[in-house]
C-alpha cells in the first residue's frame, strides 16, 4: 500500500529565509505525487504535480525516486506562503484516488 | 473553476442521528470524491464514485454510504452520526483531461455532539 509521510507537522521560518517541506513516500510502482495547499478559511488547491516540472509561486518540487522523496522548495519565503501543505501520491489504479499525507503548517514571520 | 458546491456548510448534530451532505457539480466530470480532514490524519478517502450508480470504498469508510443517482450529486450519509465523525468534509472532482487535477469544494464542517 502507498504511503504519503510528512515528518513536520509546523515549519515556522522568517520572511525571506529558504524554505523546504519535506515529503517521503512508499510506493511500489512509478508514482505521481502532488503538492497541494491550503489558505487560511479557502479551499484546498494544487500547487504543482512533479510531470509538470513547474515552478508555481516561486515553489519547485523535484521528485528523488532514490531517496522517494519529493520535497518542496521555495528560496525565499513570504508571508503570503504561511498556509497548510499536502503532500500526495497518485496510486495509479486509474480512478485517480490521491493518498495525502498529514499536512505541515507553515508560518511565515514577519 | 469545476463549478462544484457543497451543502451544507456548517451543521450540527446529535449522536446516533442521520446526516446528509451533498455535492454538486456543474460541468459533467466523472470522478467525485468525499475526503474527511483531521488534525494529525491529513485528508483521507473516504468513498469515491466513476460514474451514475458507480461508486467504491476508500480507506476511512466505515459507519458512511454515498450515492450518485444523477452526474451532478454526490450525497454521503452517516447512517448513525457519532461523535468520533466530527470532521470537515470535502469532496472533490477530477477535473481536465491531459493535465488531471482534483478541485474541492469549500468543505463542510460537521459537529457531532
Known amino acids: 500500500a502507498q504511503r504519503v509521510t510528512q515528518p513536520e507537522k509546523l515549519l515556522s521560518v522568517f520572511k525571506g529565509a529558504p524554505v523546504e517541506l519535506k515529503c517521503n513516500y512508499s510506493?511500489?510502482?512509478?508514482?505521481?505525487l502532488f503538492w497541494y495547499v491550503q489558505y487560511s478559511r479557502q479551499r484546498l488547491q494544487l500547487l504543482l504535480r512533479?510531470?509538470s516540472r513547474e515552478s508555481i509561486k516561486g515553489f519547485t518540487a523535484d521528485l528523488n525516486k532514490g531517496e522517494t522523496s519529493f520535497h518542496l522548495k521555495k528560496p525565499f519565503a513570504q508571508e503570503e506562503d504561511s498556509a497548510m501543505y499536502y503532500c500526495?501520491?497518485?496510486?495509479?489504479?486509474?480512478?485517480?484516488?490521491?493518498?495525502f499525507g498529514k499536512g505541515t503548517k507553515l508560518s511565515v514571520i514577519p | 473553476d469545476a463549478g462544484i458546491t457543497q451543502s451544507p456548510r456548517h451543521k450540527v448534530t446529535e449522536t446516533g442521528t442521520p446526516v446528509t451532505l451533498r455535492c454538486h457539480q456543474t460541468?459533467?466530470?466523472?470522478?467525485m470524491y468525499w475526503y474527511r480532514q483531521d488534525p494529525g490524519h491529513g485528508l483521507r478517502l473516504i468513498h469515491y464514485?466513476?460514474?451514475?450508480?458507480?461508486?467504491d470504498k476508500g480507506e476511512v469508510s466505515d459507519g458512511y454510504s454515498v450515492s450518485r443517482s444523477k452526474t451532478e450529486d454526490f450525497l454521503l450519509t452517516l447512517e448513525s452520526a457519532t461523535s468520533s465523525q466530527t470532521s470537515v468534509y470535502f469532496c472533490?472532482?477530477?477535473?481536465?483531461?491531459?493535465?488531471?487535477?482534483?478541485?474541492f469544494g469549500s468543505g463542510t464542517q460537521l459537529s457531532v455532539l
Open positions: 510506493y511500489s510502482g512509478s508514482p505521481e
Open positions: 512533479h510531470i
Open positions: 460541468e459533467n466530470h466523472r470522478y
Open positions: 500526495a501520491l497518485d496510486s495509479g489504479a486509474g480512478s485517480y484516488q490521491l493518498t
Open positions: 464514485s466513476y460514474g451514475v450508480k458507480d461508486t
Open positions: 472533490a472532482i477530477r477535473e481536465g483531461q491531459g493535465n488531471e487535477k482534483l478541485f
